[in-house]
T-cell receptor, first 113, second 115 residues
Framework: DQQVKQNSPSLSVQEGRISILNCDYTNSMFDYFLWYKKYPAEGPTFLISISSIKDKNEDGRFTVFLNKSAKHLSLHIVPSQPGDSAVYFC????????????FGIGTKLQVIP | KAGVTQTPRYLIKTRGQQVTLSCSPISGHRSVSWYQQTPGQGLQFLFEYFSETQRNKGNFPGRFSGRQFSNSRSEMNVSTLELGDSALYLC??????????????FGPGTRLLVL
């Protein structure tokens, strides 16, 4: 049973436009959410996170939004750049068990120059 | 500072065999976690070792085991390989136990193919 769902396996966006990656979760015990980026032949790298006490967190071109009532989070990348082309994983964790972080299956983002 | 290294990078085995994968964490990091990545399941947590002790374990059968040495290097072993074990196995290191996000660093992974 997928507790963290990324329903879009892929997404194509023009350079300079906004990329929006979506993620849904089912376990209401999750209280910490993360996004990772993964290039081919490399391990995932941490991108941005958000605690359940917040509904928005920004870091440069990357913003994560959390809607707890809908159990939904999204990652916005503005403006999108060709170097952003990668697989993005959404992940969720719960207090007392952060190491057992649960990942989604990933969304492959392609930014077209 | 050298990153997390994993060996071998690619491996082909046949059903029923066993395999051992190795992970060397970033110098000074004492926690090593292992994850399995498959297309249909994403990344799934296998286990975490800290100071040579298993601290956390995911929902995988006993065929999956690991250990950590005094120099923090870790090995993961899978016995009686099944076709479904074909995956990318990632390890990640952190300074403290339970580190995730910005405190955790992933290696490039070992791609295992079971025929």
């Amino acid at each position: 049973d997928q507790q963290v769902k990324q329903n879009s396996p892929s997404l194509s966006v023009q350079e300079g436009r906004i990329s929006i990656l979506n993620c849904d979760y089912t376990n209401s015990m999750f209280d910490y959410f993360l996004w990772y980026k993964k290039y081919p032949a490399e391990g995932p790298t941490f991108l941005i996170s958000i605690s359940s006490i917040k509904d928005k967190n920004e870091d440069g071109r990357f913003t994560v939004f959390l809607n707890k009532s809908a159990k939904h989070l999204s990652l916005h990348i503005v403006p999108s750049q060709p170097g952003d082309s990668a697989v993005y994983f959404c992940a969720a964790a719960r207090a007392g068990g952060y190491q057992k972080v649960t990942f989604g299956i990933g969304t492959k983002l392609q930014v077209i120059p | 500072k050298a990153g997390v290294t994993q060996t071998p990078r690619y491996l082909i085995k046949t059903r029923g065999q066993q395999v051992t994968l190795s992970c060397s964490p970033i110098s000074g990091h004492r926690s090593v976690s292992w994850y399995q990545q498959t297309p249909g399941q994403g990344l799934q947590f296998l286990f975490e070792y800290f100071s040579e002790t298993q601290r956390n374990k995911g929902n995988f059968p006993g065929r999956f085991s690991g250990r950590q040495f005094s120099n923090s290097r870790s090995e993961m072993n899978v016995s009686t390989l099944e076709l479904g074990d074909s995956a990318l196995y990632l390890c990640a290191s952190s300074l403290a136990s339970g580190g995730i996000g910005e405190t955790q660093y992933f290696g490039p992974g070992t791609r295992l193919l079971v025929l």
